[in-house]
């Protein structure tokens, strides 16, 4: 049993980077941009929880504990709502970041250097913030039943931290830390990080926690946007994705996006480079050749008709996740969508013949073009299925011609 | 010759479709590094008997011995496994993908996971631009689509395909037939390569009495499931072998009625 939450490492860590809290463009950047969205989830499930009504200060007579308060980023905001706020933290230096900053702010908030398990109080708090601190620490558990001895009966405490998914990895760690180069190599360890299960699986934690709604791996997966960081920057320094009056034109790009071209990459590995890929290529070019040599055509047949089948989950998935409702219809017409995308990009609808480059070129041209119908004035934009079947019924009559011309008249 | 052990050896093989006899009582014996023609009009059996080789149908009675032990075929791939490469008409190739992709169909050559395993390009276009080579036929590129080769270009890949993967016993079912004048040459002359390797039977089906001569060390001529007459090439005229192909006596028998109209 350990008797301590403090990572010596994780506080030098920190310590090293105080003095740059406050500084927006600093080192801390991710978590001014990330701040206003914490602070406006605290606020609704507080006034929630404790049936606040009061417009003006709203957390007039809450006490308030933030653990792992840092320069005090989410402490001053919530001091400005109206509540008795204490910050702690286990760095020196970020105590007296904090400190000098508030006064400067003229805010009254106790700050001190400490950690919850040292931590002498006579009276309990109302809420208790564990924001982005846990994947920090030593012994989450330690650390949570320390932090809920702090916590008055009915109270309220909010633990965020990062998933521990792929997509953390790859945003996270990757992109943060190592490509965009917004916080220093290693402030994020990986597997320190905690799932939501991890969290609410902690026995005494149970009751008090309320996690955060972004912590829903599948759900973010497939819905939502991705690249919100870059588009941010390209918003707010590269002064692009600007709309006409002046706002951000597009927050990100459909998550579904970046499921299609993770599907579209293991597509091409396996078609082009595998031994998987040179039958199903066979299987479609010459049936009686491939069984003539072995191959499996049968079992070929029928595992990229499952294949297809679970692309269809996937689109499904990703409408589902998007708009949060499952429309029946939704599928209609993709079918020869997907024949029409495939014979623009080359495939022959005999078979064997085609690229995944191919496709997703198709792809695009054909999404650029369904979507153009649109804005044509006059027309139904619903007349992009007449482009649907002339590219089809093309597709089938030039498909003799295509072939021979690729296997010579030999 | 003759104190040479044949590589494979058939013994009054028989097979029936229900009431129809199909071959009845066929023997055969070919010895390594020789062509042995089988010629005979159609219906004589050659297509049979080449199915009952592969093993696609198991024979009504009789044996086939390879290097002199007996086997019994259950399916082609047994044949296959035996070491006979038989390379159809069609030739079983994917004109639309690449001579190399053909060339190792359904054997690919894998780092890894089967199946899922990364293919090795750099050593599957190395060996079969050198098995081709072998065999007479230089490709620039083992990259180019089938589809792109020529109709004798197409055979000696399908052939160099069946003796890499272990043939000993090739069957060749009308390899000249559906091609132009000068491929047909070619692959005569991919034939004579092959048999010049002298480890090699093979067995040559043909309609062509004159693309026969020309290689064929031996030959078998089949007439409604029956073998009509067999021989080395020294010691067959040019008469025989065009009276065998007609049908044998039957032909003689015709003489006589168009004589007496």
């Known amino acids: ?410 | 010759m003759e104190e040479q052990k044949p590589l494979i050896e058939i013994n009054n093989l028989v097979k029936r479709f229900g009431q129809f006899t199909a071959l009845n009582g066929v023997s055969l014996k070919i010895y390594p590094g020789e062509v042995h023609a089988l010629l005979g009009d159609n219906g004589a059996g050659k297509s049979t008997l080449i199915k009952v080789l592969s093993g696609v149908h198991h024979p009504s009675a009789g044996e086939i011995k390879i290097e002199g032990e007996k086997v019994n075929f259950l399916s082609p791939k047994d044949s296959s496994e035996a070491g006979i490469g038989t390379v159809y008409q069609d030739l079983a190739l994917n004109p639309l993908t690449t001579v190399t992709r053909n060339f190792f169909l359904g054997r690919e050559v894998i780092k890894g996971f089967r199946l899922f395993g990364l293919m090795d390009f750099k050593k599957m276009n190395q060996i079969t631009t050198n098995e081709m080579a072998k065999i007479g036929i230089d490709i620039k590129n083992p990259n180019q689509p089938v589809g792109t080769m020529s109709g004798g270009q197409r055979q000696t890949l399908a052939i160099a395909r069946a003796i890499y993967f272990g043939a000993k016993i090739l069957i060749l079912d009308e390899p000249t037939s559906a091609l132009g004048q000068k491929q047909q040459m070619e692959v005569l002359k991919t034939i004579k390569k092959v048999q010049k390797l002298g480890n090699i039977a093979i067995i040559l089906i043909t309609h062509n009495e004159i693309h026969a001569r020309l290689i064929a060390d031996r030959f078998t001529f089949l007439s409604l499931g029956e073998v009509i007459g067999q021989g080395e090439a020294a010691d067959l005229e040019g008469e025989d072998i065009k009276r065998l192909m007609a049908g044998g006596a039957e032909i003689g028998d015709l003489e006589k009625e168009l004589a007496f109209q």
């Open chain 1, 1 to 410: 049993m350990k008797n301590s939450t403090i990572n010596k490492k994780e506080i030098d860590k920190f310590s090293k980077i105080a003095e740059d809290w406050w500084n927006p463009e600093g080192k801390f950047k991710p978590l001014h941009k990330f701040n206003p969205t914490r602070i406006k989830y605290i606020k609704d499930k507080i006034l929630n929880h404790f049936k606040i009504l009061n417009k003006e200060k709203p957390f007039k007579n809450l006490s308030i504990l933030d653990i792992g308060c840092g320069g005090g980023l989410l402490s001053e905001p919530i001091s400005r709502l109206g509540a008795n706020i204490t910050g702690i933290d286990a760095s020196e230096k970020n105590i007296n970041a904090a400190k000098i900053h508030a006064k400067q702010n003229n805010l009254k908030i106790n700050y001190f250097c400490n950690s919850p398990e040292n931590f002498k109080t006579d009276k309990k708090f109302d809420v208790i913030l564990n924001m982005e601190i846990v994947e920090h620490v030593e012994d989450v558990d330690f650390f949570i039943r320390k932090s809920s001895e702090l916590l008055k009966k009915n109270g309220l405490m909010f633990v965020a931290t990062l998933n521990r998914t792929l997509k953390s990895y790859i945003f996270a760690i990757v992109g943060a830390e190592y490509v965009l180069r917004w916080l220093p190599i290693g402030t994020h360890e990986w597997n320190k990080f905690i799932t939501p299960k991890e969290l609410t699986d902690l026995d005494l934690a149970r009751e008090y926690i309320d996690t955060l709604p972004s912590a829903r791996p599948v759900a973010d997966f497939f819905g939502g946007d991705i690249l919100e960081p870059l588009f941010e920057w390209l918003y707010f320094t590269a002064d692009w994705n600007v709309n006409m009056f002046g706002n951000q034109f597009a927050p990100g790009i459909y998550s579904c996006v970046l499921v299609w071209a993770l599907l579209a990459l293991v597509c091409y590995f396996v078609l082009s480079k595998t031994q998987a890929g040179n039958w199903i290529y066979s299987t479609g070019g010459n049936l009686s050749a491939a069984k003539a040599n072995g191959v499996p055509t049968n079992k070929v047949k029928i595992s990229l008709f499952i294949f297809s089948a679970f692309c269809a989950t996937l689109v499904a998935a990703t409408q589902v996740f998007e708009v949060n409702t499952a429309d029946t219809a939704k599928g209609t017409l993709k079918e020869l969508e997907a024949i029409a995308a495939a014979v623009i990009g080359g495939v022959i609808l005999t078979g064997g013949f085609g690229t995944v480059l191919g496709i997703v070129l198709g792809t695009i041209i054909f999404g650029i073009s369904k979507e153009a119908f649109f804005y044509i004035p006059g027309i139904d934009g619903s007349f992009y299925r007449v482009f649907l079947g002339v590219v089809i019924v093309s597709a089938a009559l030039a498909n003799e011609n295509i072939r021979k011309r690729i296997i010579g008249s030999g």
